[in-house]
C-alpha cells in the first residue's frame, strides 16, 4: 500500500480523469475473502481513471466482461443523511487507507456463504451542488473558508449501498463503513429495501378497490375485488410488477447502481440570526436544508481509497493474488514444463496451465518459500521434467534432451526418495550417493580431472582440496598458517600407501583426511613425527629405486619440512597446526564418506558422461543421521569440487548442446558463506552447460552478493513468507517493471500451500508476475509423463549405460 500522502495524490488522479457518467466502487466478501471491483458503464472504459485508482491503492488491473453476480442480496440499503443530528467536524489528518480497508473488511464478515457487499457510486458533483454544500458547510463549521475535504477541487458526489442476505448485517455494514471514512463527520441513518409491498403498491390496491366497489355496489362485486387484490398482491411479491424493493435488490444483483441523484427541490439558505432590537424582532439562526439528495454525500477522493484497497485486510491479501491473468508466453504448450494453473481459476482447462521456458532455464530458476510451502515438490516435479527428457527427449529447440546430466543434492531422506520416484517412474537411472551410508558410492573429491588427460601433481591436487576446505568453513577461518598447514599436510596425506603407515604404525586402509589429522597432531604428537618420517624415508627408497611415486613422494617431504625438520619443537608444530588439526578433526566425524574402501565415481564421469547423480549430505533413506554442520561441510566441497570439474573440462558446451543440471532444495548447504561458486554458475556457468535450479528457504539466509546474483535468475518463485522484511523484499522484486505497489508484502504472506508467485523469462524477455496453483505430482509421479504430454513407452538405449565406479579408494 503507498504511503498516506501518495494515496490521496492519486486517488485526486483517479476523480479528475472521472467522464460524465458514473462509476462504481464495489468490495464484496463471501465470508472467506474480500474482492474488489471498479464497474463502469459499458460504453465507456475510463482507462486513466482506472491506471489512477490502481496505483493509488497499490492494485493490478485486470479488464473483465462480465461484472460479479451477487446472488446473496436479498436486501439493500442505502446511507442517508441524518439533517437533525448535532453538527461535528471530524479530520482527515492521520487517515490511513490501510486501516480504512481492514475495517471495512470487519465489517463484511459474517458467518453464511452468501455474498455481502459495500458500493460507493460515484460521479462529478454540479457547480450548484457545489455552491450549496459550501453554503452549508460555512454555516455549520461556523467558518467563512473552513478547511475540510468537501472543498478538494476534485470532490465526487457519492451514494453508499450495501447489500447482503438480512436488514440487520446491512444496517450493520453501513454504519460500520461510516464509521471507518477518516474525516466523514456527517450523521447517517439508513433505509432498508426488499421485496414487498411498497407505498406505490398500496395506493393502487386502494384505487382498484374503490374503483371496484363504486361500479357494482354488490357481494359478486366484492368477491371480484377479493380475488383482483389476491392476485395484484401475488403478483407485487413475485416481483411480476415490481415495486421499487423488486427493482433495486434486482438491480443490485446484476451490479447495476443509479447515479448519485440530484436533489428536486431549491434547498433552503441557511441563516445567521440576529438578537431583538428595537427596529426588528430576533430571529434565530437557521442551518438550512441538506444541500444535496439525501444519499448523496460530497467526498474528497481520497475517503475513499480504503473500500478498494486490496491487500490491507486480513482476508484481502487471500483474494488479491487471484485477479491476475497469466501472460500468453507462459500458456504456450511449446515453451516447457506445465507447473500449475493461474490462482483463482474454478475449473482450469489445459489451455490454463502455466509452464515454465525450458530454453530460458539456463538463466537459473530459483525458489524461496517457508517449510511445507510447496517448493520442494515443485523441484523434484521439475527434475522428474528433467528425467523424461532424458529418457525420451522431445526434440524442441532449447529442450534439454538426453545430453543432459542431473546431479540433485538433497539433505533429507524424505527428499532422496522424491526424487528417486520421480526418476524411475520416467525410466530413468540414477546413481544414488548417500554420505552417512557406505553402502552406497561417494564422489571422489581429490579427483581433479584435466583438459588433456594429464595427470595433476600431489601437490596441485592438495591445492585444490585446501581451496575447497577454504570454501566450506566459515570466511577467515582458514588462513595464513592454517593454509599452509593443510596444504603441506594434505599434500604428503595423498601419498601414505598401506607400506607407509604400517612403517609408523598407524592402521592402514585410511583416507588422506585421516592421515592429514595425524600429521597436525591429531593424534599425538610422536604419531605425526613417526609419519613424517616415514615420509621421508619412502621418498628416499622410491627416488634411489628410480620409481614414478618418487616425485610426489619428495614434495611432500619437502612440504613437510617446515613442521618436522631443523628446531621445531613440539609446541611449536603443535601451535601452527592448531587451526589445521580442528578442521581436520570435524571432517573426520564422516570418516565413512572419506574412506578408500568405499567405492567411489568422479565428477568427471558424471559430467562427461551425462549421467544422473542425487547426493543426500544429511539423514539418509536408511535413518543414519550425520551431524548438521558435517552436512554443511560436505555440501559445500561437493560444489566446490563440481564447479571445478565443470570449468576444467565443459568448455563450449552450451554451443555443443550439452548440459549439466544442477538442483539444490537448500541452496544455503552449498553457498557455505561465500557467494563466489554459486555466482559464478551464473555469471559464467551457462557458457560450459549449466543449467540450475536451486531453492531456499528466506533471501536472508544467502550472502548479500549471492542474493543479488539469485534474484538475476530468468524465473524466480515466491512462495509463502512469515517473515514481514522478506515479503517485502519479495514484493519489490516481483513489482520490478510492473510499477510501484503492483505486489504487496501481504499477498506473499497469505500465500496458501503450494501456490506461488511466478515471474518468469520467455525468450529472453521477462514476463508479469502471476499467482499460480502448483500441480502436485507427488502421489502421482507414474503419471507426470502424460500430464506433461511424454509418450511412456522406452526405448532400448534410451539412457546411458549406468554409472560405472571409477575407482576403489583415493587414488
Known amino acids: 500500500m503507498p504511503n498516506p500522502g501518495n494515496t490521496d495524490t492519486r486517488m485526486r488522479g483517479f476523480a479528475s480523469a472521472l ?31 482506472a491506471l489512477s485508482l490502481a496505483h493509488a491503492v497499490g492494485a493490478q488491473i485486470d479488464v473483465v466482461d462480465d461484472p460479479p453476480y451477487l446472488s446473496g442480496t436479498r436486501v439493500v440499503g442505502f446511507l442517508r443523511a441524518d439533517v437533525h443530528a448535532p453538527a461535528v467536524h471530524a479530520t482527515t489528518r492521520g487517515g490511513d487507507a490501510a486501516e480504512t480497508a481492514r475495517r471495512v473488511e470487519t465489517a463484511l464478515r459474517h458467518r453464511t456463504d452468501d455474498t455481502t457487499w459495500v458500493a460507493a457510486t460515484l460521479r462529478r458533483p454540479r457547480r450548484r451542488e457545489r455552491r450549496r454544500t459550501d453554503r452549508w458547510y460555512t454555516h455549520r463549521l461556523g467558518s467563512a473558508a473552513p478547511v475540510h475535504h468537501y472543498r478538494d477541487p476534485n470532490a465526487v458526489a457519492v451514494t453508499v449501498t450495501a447489500g447482503g442476505d438480512s436488514a440487520e448485517q446491512v444496517r450493520g455494514v453501513l454504519s460500520q463503513v461510516a464509521a471507518a471514512l477518516p474525516g466523514f463527520d456527517i450523521a447517517t441513518r439508513t433505509r432498508i429495501l426488499r421485496p414487498t409491498l411498497t407505498l406505490t403498491a398500496s395506493v393502487l390496491l386502494s384505487c382498484a ?30 416481483g411480476r410488477i415490481p415495486g421499487t424493493g423488486h427493482r433495486t435488490v434486482r438491480a443490485a444483483r446484476r451490479c447495476r447502481f443509479d447515479a448519485p441523484p440530484l436533489r428536486r427541490t431549491v434547498p ?27 444519499r448523496v454525500f460530497l467526498m474528497g477522493p481520497g475517503l475513499l481509497a480504503g473500500l478498494v484497497a486490496p491487500h490491507s485486510g486480513a482476508a484481502a491479501g487471500q483474494v488479491s493474488t487471484r485477479q491476475r491473468t497469466a501472460p500468453a508466453a507462459l500458456l504456450d504448450p511449446g515453451v516447457g514444463p506445465w507447473i500449475g494453473h493461474p490462482d483463482g481459476l474454478d475449473d482450469p482447462q489445459e489451455c490454463d496451465r502455466v509452464r515454465l521456458s525450458a530454453a530460458d532455464m539456463w538463466r537459473g530458476v530459483a525458489a524461496f518459500g517457508e517449510p511445507g510451502s510447496g517448493k520442494s515438490a515443485l ?4 527434475y522428474g521434467w528433467h528425467c523424461l527428457e532424458r529418457v525420451t527427449p522431445s526434440g524442441r529447440p532449447g529442450f534439454p534432451g538426453r545430453r543432459n546430466g542431473l546431479i540433485a543434492f538433497e539433505n533429507k531422506g524424505a527428499g532422496t526418495t522424491a526424487y528417486l520416484r520421480y526418476a524411475h517412474a520416467a525410466g530413468d537411472q540414477p546413481l544414488l550417493v548417500e554420505a552417512g ?5 561417494g564422489i571422489d573429491v581429490f579427483h581433479v580431472p584435466t583438459r588433456d588427460g594429464r595427470p595433476l601433481s600431489v601437490a596441485e591436487r592438495a591445492r585444490v582440496f585446501t581451496n575447497m576446505l577454504v570454501y566450506a568453513f566459515a570466511d577467515g577461518e582458514i588462513q595464513g598458517r592454517a593454509y599452509e598447514s593443510l596444504s603441506a599436510t594434505i599434500t604428503a596425506a595423498l601419498t601414505v600407501t598401506g607400506d607407509i603407515a604400517a612403517d609408523a604404525g598407524l592402521p592402514v586402509a585410511h583416507s588422506p583426511v585421516f592421515y592429514a589429522h595425524v600429521l597436525c597432531g591429531g593424534r599425538g604428537d610422536t604419531a605425526a613425527v613417526d609419519l613424517a618420517r616415514a615420509i621421508t624415508s619412502a621418498a628416499v627408497t622410491a627416488e634411489k629405486a628410480g620409481r614414478p611415486a618418487a616425485a610426489d613422494l619428495t614434495e611432500a617431504d619437502t612440504r613437510l619440512a617446515f613442521l618436522f625438520t631443523g628446531r621445531v619443537t613440539e609446541a611449536r608444530r603443535r601451535d601452527a597446526t592448531e587451526s589445521a588439526r580442528r578442521r581436520l578433526g570435524e571432517l573426520l566425524a564422516a570418516e565413512a564418506w572419506w574412506t578408500p574402501n568405499r567405492p567411489k565415481v568422479t565428477w568427471e564421469q558424471v559430467v562427461s558422461g551425462h549421467h544422473s547423480v542425487l547426493i543426500n549430505t544429511g539423514s539418509t533413506t536408511s535413518g ?12 559445500a566441497i561437493l560444489m566446490f569440487a563440481l564447479r571445478d570439474t565443470v570449468e576444467r573440462i565443459c568448455v563450449g558446451w552450451r554451443d555443443q548442446g550439452r548440459a549439466t543440471t544442477i538442483f539444490a532444495d537448500e541452496l544455503k548447504l552449498l553457498s557455505a558463506d561465500s557467494a563466489d561458486i554459486i555466482a559464478w ?29 539469485v534474484l538475476d535468475y530468468g524465473t524466480v518463485l515466491w512462495f509463502s513468507q512469515n517473515n514481514p522484511d522478506t515479503a517485502a523484499r519479495a514484493a519489490k522484486d516481483l513489482a520490478a517493471g510492473s510499477g510501484e505497489g503492483s505486489w504487496t508484502p501481504d499477498e506473499i504472506i497469505n500465500l496458501d500451500q503450494y501456490h506461488a508467485i511466478v515471474r518468469a523469462t520467455v525468450d529472453a524477455r521477462r514476463q508479469p508476475a502471476v499467482p499460480v496453483r502448483l500441480e502436485f505430482f507427488g502421489d502421482r509421479p507414474d503419471m507426470l509423463a502424460d500430464l506433461q504430454g511424454y509418450r511412456t513407452e522406452l526405448q532400448p538405449d534410451a539412457v546411458d549405460a549406468p554409472l560405472v565406479p571409477a575407482t576403489r579408494g583415493r587414488r
Request: with cysteine; charged share 15%.
Open 209 to 238: 378497490a374503490v374503483a371496484a366497489v363504486a361500479a357494482l355496489g354488490s357481494i359478486r362485486a366484492a368477491m371480484l375485488l377479493a380475488a383482483a387484490l389476491v392476485v395484484l398482491l401475488g403478483c407485487l411479491v413475485t
Open 437 to 441: 551410508d557406505p553402502a552406497t558410492y
Open 19 to 49: 467522464g460524465r457518467f458514473p462509476v462504481t466502487l464495489l468490495t464484496t466478501s463471501d465470508g472467506n475473502a474480500v474482492t474488489h471491483h471498479l464497474l463502469t458503464p459499458a460504453r465507456q472504459d475510463f482507462p486513466n481513471a
Open 624 to 635: 543414519i543421521t550425520l551431524d548438521s554442520r558435517v552436512t554443511g561441510y560436505l555440501s
Open 268 to 294: 433552503a439558505r441557511p441563516s445567521r440570526g440576529h438578537p431583538a432590537t428595537e427596529n426588528r424582532n430576533e430571529k434565530a439562526a437557521t442551518p438550512g436544508d441538506y444541500p444535496l439528495h439525501l
Open 379 to 382: 523441484l523434484a516435479a521439475l
Open 681 to 709: 554458475l551464473h555469471d559464467q556457468g551457462r557458457d560450459y552447460g549449466v543449467r540450475k535450479l536451486f531453492a531456499t528457504q528466506r533471501d536472508d539466509q544467502l550472502p548479500p552478493a549471492l542474493l543479488t546474483s
